[in-house]
């Protein structure tokens, strides 16, 4: 390749790329969920839409399962629970249902326990 051709460097291309993936994304969203919403009551989309929610759970709960495992038993199930996180963890499900906290409250305020277990320790 000669001096007169150029090239994009990284973080150009990369920041292209989120870019156009930001926008792309937009308008699935304000798009999409405006056709979803026209197709409301409507039979024949029923399954269809069922089946892409079930899909969507689906991925939830498995993310929820790998960080799970992964947070509370670090070394893999041969080793011991990470009894900390799991008393966090406990606390945080007591915040939400027992006491109706709000999710991003309850993330900061784990996020904040963790950091001051980490420096502490």
Known sequence: MDASQQ???????????????YWLKLGLVSFGG???EATHGDLKFTPALTAITAAV??????????????????QGF?????RVSALIALAASV??????????????????????VKIAL
């Open 57 to 74: 759970v689906g991925v939830i709960l498995n993310l929820a399962l790998f960080f799970g495992y992964h947070v509370l038993w670090p």
């Open 95 to 116: 915040a939400l249902f027992r006491y109706k906290r709000g999710v991003i409250e309850v993330i900061a305020a784990c996020a904040l326990v963790g950091l001051i």
């Open 7 to 21: 090239q994009i460097s990284d973080p150009a291309r990369v920041t292209l790329s989120q870019a156009i993936r």
């Open 34 to 36: 405006s056709l979803v």
């Open 78 to 82: 041969s080793g011991t629970v990470d």
